[in-house]
Nanobody, 115 residues
Framework: QVQLVESGGGLVQAGGSLRLSCAASGRTFSINRIGWYRQAPGKQRELVAAISSGNITNYADSVKGRFTISRDNAKNTVYLQMNSLKPEDTAVYYC?????????WGQGTQVTVSS
């Protein structure tokens, strides 16, 4: 089992920045990929950014150049630095981890960007 706890969401004005954190615990040693998804009201959940065990990253086109995913293996924590935030970035952000054939989700953290 893997447990994921997100933090760092909040309310920010357009153009501002936030940093989300996802602390992983449990069987973290075999996580293949960990990342962030988001879901806005009335929309499907979408991948925002992810990082593999080999430190390969991928981003949604809508956040490239504005968001950066990184990891601190010593702390079992993944970060999402979000800069130049836009109102359309408003959503609940979920941490996601894939381990072997299993998938785990955090409880989500709200990010609201005001115009």
């Amino acid at each position: 089992q893997v447990q994921l706890v997100e933090s760092g969401g909040g309310l920010v004005q357009a153009g501002g920045s936030l940093r989300l954190s996802c602390a992983a615990s449990g069987r973290t040693f075999s996580i293949n990929r960990i990342g962030w998804y988001r879901q806005a009201p009335g929309k499907q959940r979408e991948l925002v950014a992810a990082i593999s065990s080999g430190n390969i990253t991928n981003y949604a086109d809508s956040v490239k150049g504005r968001f950066t995913i990184s990891r601190d293996n010593a702390k079992n924590t993944v970060y999402l630095q979000m800069n130049s935030l836009k109102p359309e970035d408003t959503a609940v952000y979920y941490c996601n981890a894939k381990r072997v054939v299993f998938e785990y989700w955090g409880q989500g953290t709200q990010v609201t960007v005001s115009s």
